[in-house]
C-alpha cells in the first residue's frame, strides 16, 4: 500500500535567494512571487537556511528603537535585533533550516511543521541540494483525492493484496473521503486491522465501520463467557 509522500505535493518552481541578497531584494522577490518565505542556497543549490515574512518585520517592529545590546537581554529580544540590524540574506535567515526529502510521508512532514512551528519545509536531495518546497496547505491535497481512487487502494490493497478478504465478504463505499465497511468475517482481529489500514490510506477523512465477526480472537474469554456471543455458545 503505498502511502503519498511530500514528492507528491511539493512544488518545485522555488524562487530563492543567496548569502549576499540585499534585505530589499528579499522583499521585493517575496511580494512579487507571492510568497511567504525563501530558502537561501549556496552556488551548489544546497540549502542554507530560510528567510520567512517574520524575519523581515523584525525590522520594521524596532523602528525608532534603540539597537544597542542591552544587559539581560533575552535571547527572543536578542535575535529579533540582529535581524532588525541586518541588511542581507546571511544575517536575516533562520538556520540550519528544517527541510524534508521527497520520500518523507505527509504525516510525518505535518507532524515536523507542528513541532517545528514553521509552515513549509524546503525539500533535498540527499546532498541537501533544493528540490522543491512543501507548504501546510500543499499537505491537504491528499484529501482532494476521488472517491473512487481511495476506494481502489481500500479493495485491491488493504481487503485483497495485505489481507486476502474477497469482494463478497466486505462492501466498500466511500463519500467525501468517509470510508463505510460493511460485512462480515471470521475473527474481530481481522475486522480490526481492516479498519486499521484502511484509516492509512491516502485521502481518507475518517471510517465508519459496521464490519461484524464470528469469533473475538481479541478477547476470546469475554465472548465464551457470553459477553460478546448472543447465544454463548462457540
Do not use: C
Not at 1 to 20: K, N, P
Not at 44 to 68: C, N, T, W, Y
Amino acid at each position: 500500500m503505498r502511502t503519498w509522500q511530500v514528492g507528491d505535493v511539493m512544488t518545485t518552481d522555488v524562487a530563492t535567494v543567496d548569502e549576499s541578497t540585499p534585505y530589499r531584494k528579499v522583499v521585493d522577490m517575496m511580494t512579487t512571487r507571492h510568497v511567504s518565505a525563501l530558502p537561501v542556497v549556496d552556488d551548489f543549490g544546497r540549502v542554507l537556511g530560510v528567510i520567512s515574512e517574520a524575519d523581515l518585520l523584525h525590522k520594521v517592529e524596532l523602528i525608532g528603537q534603540p539597537h544597542e545590546r542591552r544587559f539581560f537581554e533575552g535571547r527572543r529580544r536578542h535575535a529579533a535585533r540582529v535581524k532588525a540590524d541586518a541588511n542581507v540574506a546571511r544575517d536575516l535567515m533562520t538556520a540550519p533550516a528544517v527541510t524534508a526529502m521527497e520520500s518523507t510521508t505527509l504525516v510525518e512532514a505535518a507532524k515536523t511543521m507542528d513541532r517545528e512551528g514553521i509552515k513549509r519545509l524546503p525539500v533535498t536531495d540527499d546532498l541537501g541540494r533544493l528540490i522543491g518546497i512543501v507548504s501546510r496547505g500543499d499537505l491537504l491535497k491528499v484529501h482532494l483525492r476521488h472517491d473512487d481512487d481511495i476506494r481502489h487502494d481500500v479493495v485491491t490493497e488493504v481487503l485483497r493484496r495485505i489481507l486476502g478478504i474477497s469482494d463478497d465478504a466486505v462492501t466498500v463505499t466511500v463519500v467525501g473521503g468517509v470510508v463505510t465497511l460493511a460485512g462480515r468475517l471470521d475473527r474481530r482481529s481481522s475486522a480490526e486491522i481492516a479498519a486499521q489500514l484502511t484509516l492509512q490510506v491516502s485521502g481518507v477523512v475518517d471510517i465508519i465501520d459496521k464490519v461484524e465477526f464470528d469469533f473475538d480472537d481479541v478477547d476470546p474469554v469475554l465472548y465464551s463467557r457470553g459477553l460478546g456471543n448472543p447465544t454463548g455458545i462457540l
